[in-house]
């Protein structure tokens, strides 16, 4: 039986809204992961939420924050 299709929209409710991007920033993390084993690729992958919160996965040690810090809200790049 195939889910549901959902339209894409913002959520109003923003504990809805939340969780939603909870759940979807954990499977987005977890693709990654599957992408660099499977395909030994090098996968960074960057997140911020609504309120500028910063989240990150590297699959390899070379690539850190710092690498990146260009892409960053200029409060959050100011040891650089």
Known sequence: MAQKK??????AN??????????RRRGLFK??????ILCEADVALLVFSSTGKLYEYSSSSRYSL?????????SSNSNS
Do not use: D, G, M, N
């Open 6 to 11: 959902i339209e894409i929209k913002r959520i």
């Open 14 to 23: 923003s504990s809805a809204r939340q969780l939603t991007f909870s759940k």
């Open 31 to 36: 693709k990654a992961r599957e992408l660099s």
């Open 66 to 74: 710092k690498h990146y810090s260009h892409f960053l809200p200029s």
